[in-house]
Structure formats: structure tokens, C-alpha cells
């Protein structure tokens, strides 16, 4: 049965960027442009607050990251609904994110 397990266990290989930042519904919140929408902020002026470290914890879990910072914590006020968390993508998927937020520019 071990190959059976195997076989579960294979990696898939990372959906684009494109593809994620629709599939995982960053576009819906943020915009498919990362502009800002009534339900989550503007991302193109945000690199400068984050690390590749740092973005990766907050994705894997906004809510507890935010929680200790300050800048977020009143930010969440002018929305409704929280950041979800995307602690289940892969950590190939994550990092493609994360490269994608520090990249974008105003
Ligand atoms: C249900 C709506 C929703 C979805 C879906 C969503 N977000 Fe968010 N996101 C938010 C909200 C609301 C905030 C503001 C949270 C705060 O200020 O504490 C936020 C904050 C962020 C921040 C921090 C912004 C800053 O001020 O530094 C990043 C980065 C981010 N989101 C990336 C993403 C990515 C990448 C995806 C898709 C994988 C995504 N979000 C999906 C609602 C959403």
C-alpha cells in the first residue's frame, strides 16, 4: 500500500498566478488588478510593509498576525469580513503569492 500512499502524497504542480489570484478569490476581494475593492484594501503600495517572511505567516494565518500589528488591526476596522487564511495552499502556490504582492507597484 505504500505506493498507493505515494501516489496521494505527489505534489501537484503550482497553479499560475494568474490562475491563483482567481481560483483563491484574492481578486474578488482585492481586485483582479490588486486596486482595492470595498472589501479589501489597495496591494500595490503595500511591499514596503512586508517581508518575504513576514508575508508568508500573515498569509498562513492573518487573523493572529494582525492581532500583534498595529497598522493592520485599524486597517481591518474599514471592512467587513476578514482576510482568509490560505494555510492549505502548497508551499509552492504560497511563495508564488508572496512574490507576487512584493512585486506589485501604485
Ligand atoms: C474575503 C475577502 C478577502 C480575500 C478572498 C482575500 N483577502 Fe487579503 N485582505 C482582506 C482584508 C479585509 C484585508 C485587510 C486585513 C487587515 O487590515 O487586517 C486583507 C489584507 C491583505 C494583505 C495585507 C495588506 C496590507 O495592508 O499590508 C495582503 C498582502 C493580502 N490581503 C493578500 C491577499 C491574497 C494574496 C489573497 C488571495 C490568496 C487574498 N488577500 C484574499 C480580504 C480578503
Partial sequence: MAFVACGDQAP??????AKL????G????HGSGAEGT???PD??????????E?????????TGYARKDERLRAQMKGYSQAMPTYKMLSPAELELLVEHVLSLRP
Fill in 54 to 62: 513576514t508575508l508568508l505567516s500573515y498569509l498562513k494565518d492573518p
Fill in 21 to 24: 489570484w482567481k481560483d483563491e
Fill in 38 to 40: 470595498r472589501l479589501a
Fill in 43 to 52: 496591494l500595490r503600495d503595500k511591499a514596503s510593509n512586508w517581508t518575504r
Fill in 12 to 17: 501537484r504542480a503550482p497553479r499560475p498566478i
Fill in 26 to 29: 484574492c481578486a474578488t476581494c
